[in-house]
Each structure stands twice: as C-alpha cells, then as structure tokens.
C-alpha cells in the first residue's frame, strides 16, 4: 500500500519575486524500501511552473508543516518484540549511533517517537522485514 502526506503552503516565486503557492509530499510507494518526497510551484504572476523531487531528506520545514497539517504518527512494536533487533532495524534505518538508539527505543516503546505516516509505515515494513511485529499508526493529535 502506498503512503503519502501532501502541505500547501506558501511561498516566493524564485523567478519574478511574486506571492505563490508551493505544494509539497512525501511518498512511501508500493513495495519501496525508502521514502521520497517532491515539491512543486506554479506562479500566479509569472507563469513559471517549478517541479523538484528526490529520495533524501525533505527539503527544508516541509516534514513540520506535514506534522502540523497531518498530525504525528508513530510506530508501534509487539511487546514480544527483542530490544536487540529493535535496536538494529532502528540504527540501520535511521542511521542513529548506539546512545541516540536507546533513547529512540524507549518512544518506539512507550509509543511516543513521533513521525510523519509515511516514515512510521517504513519503519513498520523494515521491523516486519526482520521479524519484528510492527504497525504505522496516528498519534492522539491526528488532524482530520
């Protein structure tokens, strides 16, 4: 199943200076192993049309304004699940060194690491990879 979360928010044409309103998301696709994202703008004033995407990090506020616009999601592991392999999936996916890992396990846990759907849904697929049980899910704020 894919996952998205999509803002609008706005913003300044790059070419003529106008007010214009930019359109961002962030992508987890049908059998993907990594999240991406793409931008876009259309300039009222100037009619320049703008499209940027990749497979890094999301270009600079948008995961606040998905958050914000979204609500926050987490990932949720079986209580059976060993810490261990926890610990691994979460130091190979987020590239987290062995003391930021700990503190990332207790909110995995507790169910408070807080995460746009799109990222909670690929953290769940690797956890379900490596025999974790696992599942993406809303946090109490979700936005409807």
Known sequence: MSTRAYVTYPGTCPDCGADAEWRGAQL???G???LCWD???QCPA???????CGGDELPLGVRELLLTAHGRATVRVGPEARSAVV???LRASLTLDLVSVRSVLAEVRRGTYVCTLPEAEL?????????VEAVAEWLADVRT
């Open 32 to 34: 993907a192993d990594a």
């Open 46 to 52: 100037c009619g320049l049309a703008l499209t940027a």
């Open 87 to 89: 610990m691994r999936v």
């Open 123 to 131: 953290l769940a697929r690797w956890m379900r990879a490596a025999g």
């Open 28 to 30: 987890l696709l049908d």
């Open 39 to 41: 931008s876009d703008l």
